[in-house]
């Protein structure tokens, strides 16, 4: 049925350029299980460096009493004393 389908759509100009579409979507969604970017322990912003230092720097993730692995946004973006 989806061969078929495939098939058809192969046969018009349209049906080629959508057929193009959705393996591009495919290979580029495909791409993006790769490694990240930046590690862990990378650098995030121009004041890590400076948090640091001063033993103000706050983790990138914590985990909850279950385990779960959330980003540390609260401690991340709290107001440094």
């Known amino acids: 049925m ?10 018009s ?14 290979l580029s969604g495909a791409a993006g299980c790769s490694q990240p970017l930046l590690s862990p ?11 640091r230092v001063r ?10 009493a279950y385990g779960v692995r959330t980003p540390n946004l609260r401690g991340r973006l709290a107001p440094k004393d």
């Open 41 to 51: 322990n990378d650098e995030r912003s121009q004041y890590d460096r400076y948090d």
């Open 2 to 11: 989806v061969i078929s389908t495939l098939m058809m759509m192969m046969r």
């Open 13 to 26: 100009i349209h049906g080629r350029r959508l057929a193009f579409a959705l393996l591009a979507a495919a």
């Open 55 to 64: 033993n103000k720097y706050s983790d990138q993730y914590v985990e909850d």
